[in-house]
């Protein structure tokens, strides 16, 4: 623009000198980073994919083996695949909380076209420019159904356990009361044998609480089985006595 004196005479011209070597190095080593990238993510079991705001630019050959379909179609439209995770419950998908310049990161289940169902790790990082401008995304998908499986098998385990803890205690806890109760009542007078009978089931209830505490230690601890011969007679003798109250009570002898 026209350089002027204070009487408003042109005296000459400025302009402004802009260095693009930069940015155009910028933009050089980010396609070579993503030719690169494309090469690393061909073997990988994860969906990678690369898109800007309107277009999926790339995307790996996995998508094909965990969602079982072709991408080819969500060139023009990369929001396409979030379909696989609305319902019920999650109607915006997976990208309720989405932002273009934010990482955005969880788990979810998707139902696909074939009416099979997945849990899905998905991960979305933004690439910036040199000004720190989101410029691009990089989004990565991991099916995780075996591993979700896994830990609701250990969540059923874990419940499953509790419950026969519970039973457990309950037993001996009974069984005791019942004797008691037998003793009470003059069902039956006090001997040594019943009273050892009591006592046993007093110590079936202490190794039980034992055992809850050695649970504790399984998970970082290595634990070597005792192994011990059992009288299975006077097992099942004790078995006759702890229920022998209740027996009696209901005229069974």
Not at 83 to 102: A, C, H, R, T, V
Not at 145 to 153: F, G
Not at 172 to 189: C, F, K, M, V
């Amino acid at each position: 623009w026209p350089l002027l004196d204070k009487d408003n005479h042109p005296i000459g011209t400025m302009g402004i000198a802009i260095d693009g070597k930069c940015r155009a190095r910028f933009y050089e080593n980010l396609n070579n980073n993503e030719k690169n990238f494309r090469e690393i993510t061909k073997y990988c079991d994860s969906v990678f994919f690369i898109r800007d705001e309107k277009n999926i630019i790339y995307m790996s050959p996995a998508y094909e083996t965990i969602f079982e379909e072709s991408c080819d179609y969500y060139a023009h439209d990369v929001y396409q695949f979030n379909n696989f995770f609305k319902n019920e419950e999650q109607k915006e998908g997976i990208l309720k909380d989405y932002e273009f310049d934010k990482m955005n990161e969880g788990r979810a289940k998707a139902k696909l076209k074939n009416g099979k169902e997945k849990w899905i790790q998905y991960k979305f990082l933004p690439i910036t420019d040199e000004d720190g401008k989101a410029i691009k995304r990089i989004g990565i998908l991991t099916d995780i159904t075996k591993e979700v499986a896994l830990e609701e098998e250990k969540e059923k385990i874990r419940l499953d356990f509790f419950a026969n803890i519970s039973h457990e205690l309950r037993t001996p806890l009974t069984s005791i009361q019942t004797q008691l109760e037998a003793r009470i009542d003059g069902i039956w007078e006090p001997d040594t044998e019943r009273l050892n009978s009591v006592n046993e089931e007093v110590i079936r209830l202490t190794n039980l609480v034992n055992q809850l505490q050695n649970l504790a230690k399984f998970d970082s601890e290595k634990s070597k089985l005792n192994l011990a011969k059992v009288n299975v007679k006077n097992l099942i003798m004790n078995v006759v006595y702890n229920n022998q109250g209740k027996a009696l009570e209901k005229n069974i002898n």
